[in-house]
């Protein structure tokens, strides 16, 4: 049982393990990436365990003329390779052992702090009317295009509530922020709202912030942005499965 | 006599055991103190938020490929392993100059992202088809299939134009580059993966065996890549950007840069672009057109496959193609 001989099976069934930990045993998959993945990493996952088990069967009962094929295969590499496999790929338990031992956090204030917050542009117009409720559920997403965009002012009178991270700006003024992430945590960017009223929790604390909003500039100019909420109560909660919101 | 040196061997070998189980337990030991104690000392003080974030996004782009990298390793050892030469011969126009549109149009059909398409072009290769026919398919598959279009699409609502944009100018990008290579091309700078006999009775092993080494290859460097770009999203704050949102020039060369060195998946890259909302759709065509062709994890999967003489030399000259043909495609329809 030499690393040598079982390097490469091992390699695959310890990457497999990992996504398969993240994934399948585990929401932490949504720290990197989005929901919708789930089912590839999850089949990603069993394949890769599955290859590498057949593989190191292979390798135990029948190591005949493959050994020969693959070392003629990577005869031609310069340098890096042995017949077993190519070295670079001990890379690979870089991510895996990460992801297996201590999975790294989901991003953060200091993310968001670097991210330059980013409004989306899109023209003033009406919008869909608001679900009911009181308070009304919003992402920081809706929450900040209905108080920028809705010419309809479908926030107006209403109660609403939204749930993100504890970012500080300057002269005590303080954000409930989220970052929005399209495919994986490489391309989050950010987004929030000023809370007034209450006093600023300590950073990267995660709040349930209700309230009603506060209009503030012009439709649709910069001065609007980022929108204001007028917050009556600020309940601290965990972290939710989902850190991100999907843009 | 032969049983005294039977028994030499043995208490040569007990001792010999016995060395190495002490020595390297009593060193074993050694290092797992020091490392228990100093450990959580030094993993604190490393552990900045910015080296936190740096983890965070480096694993986030490994997760992120795995399944795309596993479809295009599945893809292409299945081509090793199942498909005769001759089809390809068969299918593709046997005259290079036609069979690199045909190539790069036939990218439609591979829905992933860029880490998918360079095991399954070093497989066409090795199976006979012209290198210059698999490179348009190499470039043109990440950036015009469906899934991508429709990102795109998604992105930009009420802007066909820019998908169209999109899919005009990366497949005219691959398609000069075909051709570029058909004219310009040496064989000494590319290296060429030739693999595996003949698809055969072994078919299926021959399967496991290709799948087992270009997933481990190419992960390999994925893992430099995801590396590389997690440097870049720490250490370049987006907000510079906004210092050359004033040029329209520099801004599409921006762009163009910024593709390279953020490495955002070809499914993803339109919501990044629509989020640069200061530039010029040009700009921002000139960042979805170069992403999916050229960035660090491509240039270093492409090493891995096709030898570091040829990324160099291919990736430079897809850059620069591919922001020519994005001004021009821009000043057209956009």
Request: net charge neutral; proline share 6%; aromatic share 8%.
């Amino acid at each position: 049982m030499s690393l040598r001989r079982y390097g490469a099976p091992l390699l695959l069934a310890l990457m497999g393990a990992a996504v398969l930990r993240i994934s399948l045993f585990s929401e932490l998959y949504l720290r990197y990436v989005q929901a919708p993945l789930r089912p590839y990493l999850i089949v990603s996952g069993v394949v890769l365990v599955l290859l590498g088990v057949v593989m190191a069967g292979v390798r135990r009962f029948a190591p005949d003329a493959h050994e020969e094929d693959a070392h003629e295969a990577d005869g031609h590499e310069e340098g890096g390779h042995h017949h077993h496999g190519p070295r670079v790929a001990w890379l690979l338990t870089l991510p895996a052992l990460a992801l297996l031992l201590f999975p790294p956090p989901a991003l953060g204030s200091y993310s968001a702090g670097r991210e330059a917050a980013q409004r989306a542009a899109q023209g003033v117009g009406t919008f869909p009317a608001l679900a009911l409720g009181d308070p009304v559920e919003l992402t920081l997403a809706e929450f900040n295009s209905r108080a920028i965009y809705d010419s309809g002012r479908s926030l107006k009178g209403r109660t609403v509530r939204m749930t993100g991270f504890v970012t500080h700006g300057e002269d005590g003024t303080w954000y409930v922020t989220r970052l929005y992430v399209t495919c994986c945590a490489a391309d989050a960017t950010a987004g929030k709202v000023e809370a007034r009223g209450d006093d600023a929790p300590p950073v990267d604390t995660w709040v349930t912030v209700t309230g009603t909003w506060h209009p503030k500039g012009r439709l649709g100019s910069d001065e609007a942005w980022p929108a204001v909420l007028d917050v009556t109560s600020v309940e601290r909660v965990k972290q939710p499965a989902d850190p991100y919101e999907q843009r | 006599m032969e049983n005294q040196r039977t028994a030499g061997d043995h208490l040569r070998l007990a001792v010999r055991a016995l060395f190495y189980a002490v020595f390297g337990g009593a060193a074993l030991l050694a290092i797992v103190t020091v490392l228990s104690v100093l450990g959580p000392m030094l993993a604190l003080d490393l552990y900045t938020p910015a080296v936190a974030a740096w983890w965070t996004v480096f694993t986030a782009i490994a997760v992120q490929g795995v399944p795309f990298l596993l479809l295009g390793t599945v893809v292409s050892a299945a081509i090793g392993a199942f498909v005769p030469e001759k089809v390809f011969k068969r299918l593709l126009p046997r005259n290079q100059a036609l069979a690199v549109p045909v190539a790069g149009a036939a990218g439609v059909v591979l829905p992933g992202c860029e880490c998918a398409s360079v095991p399954v072009a070093g497989s066409l290769m090795s199976r006979g088809v012209a290198p210059a026919a698999a490179l348009a398919f190499l470039l043109s598959a990440p950036a015009i299939n469906p899934v991508v279009l429709v990102a795109t699409s998604i992105a930009f609502p009420r802007q066909p134009e820019m998908v169209l944009g999109r899919l005009v100018a990366s497949l005219g990008t691959a398609v000069v580059m075909g051709w570029l290579w058909a004219r310009f091309g040496r064989d000494e700078w590319i290296r060429l993966p030739k693999r595996r006999a003949q698809a055969g009775p072994g078919g299926l092993r021959t399967f496991g065996a290709g799948l087992q080494h270009d997933f481990l290859h190419a992960g390999g460097f994925l893992v430099v890549g995801a590396a590389a770009a997690a440097t870049f999203n720490i250490a370049v704050p987006r907000s510079v950007l906004d210092v050359f949102t004033g040029s329209a020039w520099l801004a599409v060369l921006l762009l163009a840069v910024l593709a390279v060195v953020l490495c955002v998946c070809s499914e993803a890259d339109a919501f990044v672009a629509a989020s640069l909302s200061g530039f010029s759709p040009t700009a921002r065509l000139a960042f979805m057109v170069v992403g999916p062709m050229v960035d660090l994890k491509l240039i270093a999967l492409q090493s891995g496959t096709f030898g570091r003489a040829f990324a160099v030399r291919f990736s430079a000259a897809t850059w620069v193609v591919a922001v020519a043909s994005s001004v021009l495609v821009g000043w057209w329809l956009l």
